[in-house]
């Protein structure tokens, strides 16, 4: 089959199983072409609640489509690659935040989207990328304990007199950035403002003239009035800021900001879910019931 046959192989079966298609911003431009909704994880996970439709085929990563299991409990979520992980994620385990929460009992647990649904269950509320400082100052306690990433953990501080315990994790493909390839983008294109993640290291944030998540830097692009743009997150995203804004230019940052793991989605392997409708994600209930209060807290805060 080629690509545009088994697209349309893709529309047969969903319409067959009663399945939508939600993408990550980071996935290849044949599997967001074929979604849905495609958008960062927490706005699929609130589109998977949302949603009627049996079966939810989720392509991104393995705590995402945990996410969305949780807010939609009575939905079958698939991931399309089992193996499919997030190795910032894996970053932070049970034990070790049952640790640090003991070292300070005194300040609040706050979790990047990007952990496990175990870990979810164990914090006091998550966060995104573009609610982070939001979430962090709309807490009681002056002392958070910020997790899995050092970058984000550190943007926070930068931004708010709270004090942040950091944890030691990172994005393996936004910590690659460094300032030299900032420098050299910034004197190729001296026109071009500069919108990076995060994620990516604090003198790379400091240096750049804009900081969001994915869905702010795709509201970025589409509003500054700047034609060309270099963007510092993960190169999924040059697929949907292209498709959106055909007149704007947009370059990579680096060549490395590529995440292996992203990539493992292929057309193929959505099809190939939509007809055996696995590998199925599951969440205990107990821990499902806890992680939900955490992103519920979440979506609370206004
Ligand atoms: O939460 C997400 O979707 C991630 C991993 C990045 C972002 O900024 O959207």
Not at 162 to 187: M, N, P, Q, S
Not at 199 to 205: D, G, L, N, R, S
Not at 210 to 223: M, N, Q
Request: hydrophobic letters at 40%; aromatic letters at 4%; glycine letters at 4%.
């Amino acid at each position: 089959m080629d690509k545009k046959e088994l697209a349309a192989e893709v529309a047969r079966l969903k319409e067959e199983k009663n399945a939508v298609i939600l993408a990550h911003n980071y996935q290849i431009g044949e599997v967001q072409d074929v979604a849905d909704y495609v958008g960062d994880s927490f706005g699929l996970a609130q589109k998977a609640a949302e949603v009627d439709a049996e079966v939810i085929i989720f392509c991104g990563v393995h705590f995402m489509a945990e996410s969305a299991k949780i807010l939609a409990p009575e939905k079958k979520v698939i991931l399309p690659v089992k193996e499919a992980g997030c190795p910032l994620a894996d970053m932070a385990d049970v034990e070790a935040v049952r640790a640090k929460k003991k070292e300070h009992p005194d300040a609040a647990l706050v979790a990047y989207v990007n952990t496990s649904a175990a870990v979810k269950a164990e914090i006091d509320v998550c966060c995104t990328s573009s609610n982070a400082v939001k979430v962090v100052e709309s807490l009681p306690e002056e002392k958070i304990i910020f997790l899995p990433d050092k970058n984000l953990g550190q943007y926070i501080a930068d931004q708010t007199d709270k004090e942040i315990i950091i944890w030691e994790g990172y994005c393996i493909t936004h910590h690659r950035v460094d300032l030299e390839e900032l420098k050299k983008a910034r004197e190729a294109h001296p026109e071009a403002p500069i919108a990076v993640h995060p994620e990516c290291q604090p003198e790379v944030v400091r240096e750049a003239d804009y900081v969001g998540g994915t869905s702010g830097i795709l509201k970025f692009a589409r509003e500054t009035d700047a034609q060309s743009i270099i963007i510092g997150t993960e190169m999924g995203m040059l697929h949907r800021l292209k498709k959106e804004n055909p007149g704007k230019t947009f370059y990579l940052l680096s060549p490395r900001l590529i995440c292996v793991n992203m990539k493992k989605t292929t057309l193929e392997k959505v099809a190939e879910s939509l007809q055996n409708l696995s590998p199925q994600i599951e969440v205990e209930e107990e821990i499902a019931q806890k992680a939900r209060k955490s992103l519920e807290r979440m979506l609370a805060i206004k």
